[in-house]
Each structure stands twice: as C-alpha cells, then as structure tokens.
C-alpha cells in the first residue's frame, strides 16, 4: 500500500468520522435545543422569522397571517395554522416559539369570536357587521355570527379574540330586561327575539321576530340577538277603594251594613251624572298568549308595562267615562246598574285586544254611594218592595183560598164519580147475569135438540144393524145351501156327496185298504185277505213259524 492510497483511505474515514460526529451533533442540539413538548390543552404558536443569509423573504398580504405559498415558500410573520400538544422540533433561530392554552367554553357559557384577520367588511354600511363562517375559514374581519358553545377550541390568539360569556347576560334598554348569551327560557315563558341585523341565511329581517322561542336552553350571540323573556298566561289585577276597619282589623259598616269609605281617593272614583263622589272596586283576569308576545314586546315593552300603561288606564278611564254618565240612583238600581257593568267589561275587552292583550273576565266588584243618597233610595226601595210584599201575600192568600175552592171541588167531583161508577158496574153485573141466564136456557134448549137428533140417529141405528145382521144371516144361509149344491154338483149325485162327508168325519188314524175281487167267488178271493187287510208283518207275529229240523 502506498502512502497515497493510505490517505486517501485516511481522509474518507476523517470525512465519515465527521458526518457522524455531525449528525451525533445535531441530533444533540435538534433534542435540546430545537425540541419543544406542547401539554395536552394547549397549542403551539409559532413566527417565522424569515432566513439569515440566503432565500427569498416574503411576506403576508395585509391582514392575513403568515402561511406557505404554493411554491413552498414560507413568508415570514405568525402562522396561521398552530401544532397541538406533542413533541415538536423548531429552530430558536429561525422560529419564535410560544405555548399558548386553548380557550375552554363550560356547561352554561357561550364564546363571542371576532376575526381579526381578513378583508374588512364591505356590507358593514348596510348594516351586516357579523361575519359568516366557522374558525379558520373566515374571510372577513369582524364578530362571527355563530357563537360556540362548552368545548375546547384552538384558536389562534392573533386571528382570533375569544370572548366567553357566563350564563345569562342581561341588559336592560329602556324599560325592557333583554338577555343573550347563554338564554335559559323557563316554564310559563316565552322568548321574543330582536334582531340586530338582518340574517342572509334564514332571511330574517333585523327588528322583532314574529315566531317566539318556546321555554328552553339557547345560545345567543349578543351582537346579532337579543331576547326578552315574557310570561305567558293569566293574571289578576284589582283595583280597591281603601274602607276603615277597627283597631282588630274587622271592616267597619254604616247603618245600612254597608263599608265605610276612607278619606282617601283610592280606587276608581270619579262624580255621578248628578255630581255625588262615587267609588268603585275592578278586577280583571287578563294575560298574554305566546302569539301575542312580539306585540306586546314592541308597543310596551313588558308585562309590567302593560299592567301599568294599558290595564290599569284602561279600567279607570273606562269606569270613570261610563259611571259619570249615570245618576247615583242608575248605578244603585238592579237593571241599569247590571247594565253599566256588562258594558265596562265590553269596552274593556275589546281595548285590550287592540293592544294584543287577552281579557277573560272584567268584573266591576262593588259600587260605593254615599250613605246620604244611598240611604233615602234604599228606604224607598224598601218601601216599595214592602207594598210588593203586602201585595204579594193577599194575591197568595186569595190564591189559597182558590186552591181550597177547587181541593172541595175535586173532592165533590170524585165522590160524584164513586156513585157514578158504582151505578155503572151494578148495571153491567146485572146484564152480565141475564145474558148469562138467556145464554144457559139457549145452552139446555139445544143439548135437548141435540139429544132428540141423537135419539134419533141411534133409533135408526138399530133398525139398520138388525136388518144389516137378518141380511148377513139369509146371506150365509144362501151361500152354504149354494155350496152344498155346487158340492153335489161336483160330486155327481148325493150319496156320493154323503159318503164324501162320512170319510172326512172319520178319525184320523184308521186306516183304509181296497180288495180288488175278481171273477169268481167271494171266498175263492180271500186268499192273501189277512195280509191285505192286516199286512204281512202282522200276519208273520201271529202265526207261529214252522219248526225247522
């Protein structure tokens, strides 16, 4: 081996040794110093800053954040998107490094973002200051219209401000108690939303919205809209004149046991047609339906003051306009009195409904008149409802003695109708019993005729059956004289007819034989006689056999 071939292989080991020695280097300073740990929750915010000798520096256009261009180069400042938790490997040198915790929304809060990257809104002069859109796709600065509720979020602190609202944010305009963020509608309520913009997504206009927000949990942006929360239903209101009481409390009555009035204007008050101060006593049920809501919301602002601007207003100057059009006297009378009171309630339904409230029932409670006037028409009414007694108890009493007239009547004309009736039953039971006696003697008359007639018949009967049975006799005489002359006839002559009669009157066991006898003696024949007549058995039993030698 020459001494060139040695360093060349001397100087390719020094350039090994140094590359390792480098990547152990770097690996030491990548594990150090460029080496950042992001804990889970949080995200790593990162800036370029751009190269030191040599490369291209770019920049992001104007409100926009750093990012990659399609060309691979970096441009220099935050970048948009931010690493989250883990190990990340960034040079100090070229990188500003910083961990940054992710904002966490919870159980009952809503978070308000506004993009501050972006072009500026161009519709802001018409009103649309709400930017459409989620987290990182925004294209426009301003307040996100969508509002977010409990999570956690990585957002990056210089495109976005994350603004957290807790529970229920009330604000008061005016007279009204308006509510976003996170909007709790309860049970018996209803919400009625105003827009502060107009909604190009579901085309509702900026102002009041007709359709309310039935009771439960929603997510309000408060830049976009508002809510008032409004109870729905009936309610009572009374409105009561102020009367003395004793020092337990108890109401105190004049002589005529009616309320003594306080010096006081409490109530409705207002002079009679003939100038005497009247009090009066109103109750009304009224309330509000969920459609009626956003009315109520636009022209009064609340219940309260629908109680206090248009009810109670309503109730006094409707009282006051119809009870002064009337006497003392009309308002205490039955019918004119009943009269004033189906009119107030009238008027005052028909008020209300135009201002989008609900009546179920206006009722005028009580009527004060001063005890002067009050008393001196009760004393005549009294009066007169007396005569009217009076009068009333003669017509009832000549009224009973009419009813009596008529009870001695009544009893005349049943005593009249007892006679009348037992007069009538004796007249039929006595034509009862002589159709009943004519009915009998017709009965007798004709079993006597029917007994003649059957008398008759049998009579007739009789003479019929003997000459019927002499008819039968002569017959069956004539018949058997008629078969013992077809007999003879058969037989040829008479004593062949006898002899025939003799042999069937003989007994059944005798037995009968015939001897032919030829030419010749009688005795000659009567050889073989005995075993003719008495058979050859008979004749061998009586005469002994011969002996044999």
Known sequence: MNAKSFVERGGIQYAITLLLLGGVAWQAVEWTVNRIYVPVGSSLLLRYKGPLLFGAREYPEDGQLAKRRENGVLEIGVLEQMPGPGRHFYCPVWWERTIVEDPVVKPGEVAVVTSKVGKTSQTAGDGQFLVEGDLGETSQKGILRKVYGPGRYRVNPYAYDFRVIKGMQEERVGSQMKVSGWVLIPTGSVGVVTNQTD???????????????????????????????????????????TVKVDAAGEVLLDKAGEPEMADDSSGISFPSKDGFPIHMDFTSIWGILPEQAPRVVEYNGSIEAVENRVVVPLIESICRNEGSRLGAVELLVGETREHFQEEVARQFGEKLKETGVALQYGLVRHIYIPQDVRVPIQQAFIADELKLTREQEQLTAKTEALFREAEKNVELEASRVVVETEKMVAGKVADGEKTAAETTAETTKLVAEIDKQTAELESQAKVLLGKADADSLKLMSEAKADMFR??????????????????????????????????????????????????KQEVERRVPAKPTK
């Open 199 to 241: 909604n190009p997504i579901t085309k509702a206009k900026k102002g009041i919205q007709p359709d309310v927000l039935p009771p439960g949990l929603y997510p309000m942006n408060p830049w976009e809209q508002k809510v008032d929360l409004v109870e729905v239903g009936y309610r009572e209101k009374s409105i009561s004149s």
């Open 486 to 535: 077809l007999a003879v006839e058969a037989f040829g002559d008479g004593d062949s007819y006898n002899k025939f009669i003799f042999a069937s009157g003989l007994p059944d066991d005798i037995r009968l034989n015939t001897f032919y006898a030829g030419e010749g003696t009688f005795w000659t024949d009567l050889k073989g006689f005995s075993e003719t007549m008495l058979g």
